[in-house]
């Protein structure tokens, strides 16, 4: 028992340790980057475009739930005109970011674990490395930057459609005043507070996501069951390193 | 200057030493020498297993040796620096066993791409390159499928059409013949031969297909258990083998290596008549 404690102390102690190697040696591949930047925009489109739909539709359905609730919780009170100011908030500071993390660690995590461990198992990594071209800075580097670069962007889709969705249910369907939805939201939402808060929230989401995404797909067993388990391990390990991470986070910022 | 010259064209391209090298418990070469000599085919045989591609990943420098010097064109592998490591391996090519073809690439850019990487040339001067490449190897006419659009065997000559674009002195060919139809095969040796002959290059073939890689190879190395049990021209191996060697190069299905799983005696297994555990 202690044994097989010590061990998977160990295992998870090397995990991180090559982590930490492995985004050393993409960081140094950044130059690379700038100078392929071909080669950036089309990860950005894999990753970033591509991710589109998910977080368009999910990001109106979340406004519209929280435009919902929002609503049945405030005209108890006689405040349904702040209900531009609830959805407005919660979604900056909160949803937006960590909703679409993990909406992004499911659709573009996985997508990137899968494809750089088939490169992998296929031996496109080894022939590379042969060829006398790094793997780190070809394959891994352009995708990290692409994950960093769209999931801000993401997140701004986000709770911008979720704003939309609250408004939809709020003023379309429930009768909220137009006018005070959207001053009240303007008067309480502040840039600096809370969207920047937000933005940096969900870049610092993205580093996190993509990283451990290219991480287990550089590092996983070369076999399909590999990759079955680093994909798999991406999603979870992600996701919970974004709530995780959103509460220190929070704690720092809304002090 | 000129003797100099000439000393370093007869001695080998590459001089394995005292080669050790294990993973976890199990021993895969044991103290083994191998020279593979400038611009011949030189064959390495055994079973499966018996650590034929972790030789060629040793050479490459994937891999580093526990024991034992690996030199190629007198520079020590292990002892380069990732640099030094990589400006060699643009004077080397592994033909891996898939092909290892980009798949996001079609055939044109994966031909292409060890010139974009590592030349300035221009367009042009690229594209011409890439044709004739392609030509070589029969597959202009392939050259905008995918990866995924080609059989095995296509996927094996664009590979190799990639591994001489930058013209290397030489090249490390892991199973090429497995699972080839029988026309595939002829073509493949036909083309390492060719390759070999008209490039000048240094070939290392790695492989259990035995006749296919006797036709072509001059000098063979045979593994196994992490040692080299024989070695020779295919001529002198097959007349003046071990018992071993008789068996693997002539694929008798009993010999030193037997055809049965060592068991107790037949008859006394079944009269004891004890249930399986």
Redesign the interface.
Do not use: G, K
């Given at each position: 028992m202690l044994r097989a404690l010590g061990r998977k102390g160990l295992s998870a102690f090397s995990w991180l340790g090559r982590s930490w190697i492995f985004i050393i040696y993409v960081l140094l591949g950044t130059f690379g980057v700038i100078r392929r930047w071909r080669d950036l925009i089309k990860q950005i489109y894999s990753v970033g475009v591509l991710s589109f739909v998910i977080i368009i539709v999910s990001g109106f359905f979340v406004g519209m739930v929280l435009g919902l609730q929002g609503y049945n919780t405030l005209v108890d009170f006689g405040a349904e005109e702040s209900l531009g100011v609830v959805v407005a908030l919660s979604l900056v500071r909160e949803l937006g970011p960590v909703v679409s993390a993990l909406l992004f660690a499911g659709r573009a995590g996985s997508a990137l674990t899968a494809e750089i461990g088939?490169?992998k198992s296929?031996?496109?990594l080894?022939?590379?490395?042969?060829?006398?071209?790094?793997p780190l800075r070809?394959i891994v580097a352009p995708r990290f930057y692409a994950g960093i670069i769209s999931m801000p962007l993401l997140a701004g889709i986000f709770s911008m459609v979720g704003v939309y969705g609250g408004y939809f249910v709020g003023v379309g369907l429930l009768g909220v005043d137009d006018g005070a939805f959207w001053s009240q939201m303007q008067s309480a939402v502040d840039f600096h507070e809370d969207i920047m808060n937000g933005i940096i929230k969900s870049i610092v989401f993205g580093i996190v996501v993509t990283w451990i995404a290219v991480f287990e797909g550089y590092d996983t067993v070369p076999t399909s069951e590999g990759i079955s388990r680093a994909t798999t391990r991406t999603v979870v390990t992600s996701s919970l390193a974004v709530l995780g991470l959103d509460f220190v986070l929070t704690a720092i910022m809304f002090k | 200057m000129a003797l100099r010259q000439e000393q370093k064209t007869t001695e080998p391209l590459v001089s394995i030493e005292g080669l050790s090298f294990k993973r976890e418990q199990r021993i895969i070469f044991d103290r083994i020498n191998i020279e593979i000599p400038r611009g011949k085919i030189t064959a390495i045989m055994g079973p499966s297993g018996c650590g034929k591609t972790t030789l060629l990943r040793l050479i490459g420098g994937q891999l580093k040796p526990q024991k034992g010097t690996i030199f190629v064109d007198g520079l020590e592998v292990s002892k380069l620096s990732r640099r030094e490591l990589f400006t060699l391996r643009k004077r080397m090519s592994l033909l891996f066993q898939s092909g290892a073809l980009l798949t996001d690439l079609s055939v044109f850019e994966n031909v292409a791409f060890p010139l974009r990487e590592h030349t300035e040339l221009p367009e042009e001067t690229i594209r011409t390159l890439v044709l004739m490449k392609l030509e070589a190897v029969g597959l202009r006419g392939a050259r905008d499928l995918m990866p995924s659009e080609l059989s095995g065997g296509m996927a094996r000559r664009v590979a190799l059409a990639r591994a001489v674009a930058l013209d290397p002195m030489m090249i490390m060919y892991d199973e090429p013949f497995t699972g080839q139809d029988p026309i595939s095969m002829g073509v493949l040796i036909r083309l390492i031969k060719l390759m070999n002959d008209a490039m000048h290059l240094t070939s290392i073939v790695v492989s259990h297909d035995v006749q296919e890689t006797l036709s072509i190879a001059d000098y063979v190395y045979i593994l196994s258990n992490g040692k080299v049990v024989g070695k020779g021209t295919p001529e002198s191996l097959q007349s003046a083998g071990s018992d071993w060697v008789k068996q693997f190069i002539n694929a008798l299905p009993d010999g030193p290596v037997r055809f049965h799983y060592p068991a107790a005696d037949l008859a006394k297994d079944l009269t004891t008549g004890e249930p399986p555990c």
């Open positions: 088939l490169m296929t031996e496109q080894s022939a590379m490395e042969m060829m006398a071209v790094d070809r | -």
